[in-house]
């Protein structure tokens, strides 16, 4: 019986993937046994949006935060799409229209 030795190296399954917004753009490398969630996380660092604020789409489908990259097909230098939920986006609006109306300044 002919058993293969195991060997654990690290770095060698990790992929180069660019992360898109309409602004700019991410180039990141990271384990493609990463899931979306992992990669939301890293994210997160890089843009200030929370995981929960974040939708990543692939190949023009939104994935799941439980999903893993190899798995649905994310391989060396894919484009992955990040959009933030329209919720979040009209929140902020509101917030910033809530504080620049409650700081008007009157002149007598």
Do not use: W
């Amino acid at each position: 019986m002919l058993v293969q030795k195991r060997q654990d190296s690290i770095g060698d399954d990790l992929i180069s993937i660019r992360v898109s917004t309409f602004a700019n753009f991410h180039d990141l490398s990271i384990e493609a046994t990463s899931t979306f969630g992992e990669l939301k996380m890293v994210l997160s660092l890089l843009t200030g949006l929370e995981p929960k604020q974040q939708r990543l789409l692939f190949k023009g489908k939104e994935r799941e935060d439980d999903e893993y990259l190899h798995m649905v097909g994310v391989g060396e230098k894919d484009k992955v799409l990040l959009l933030e939920y329209p919720a979040f986006k009209e929140k902020k609006l509101l917030d910033r229209n809530n504080i620049s109306a409650s700081c008007l300044t009157i002149i007598v």
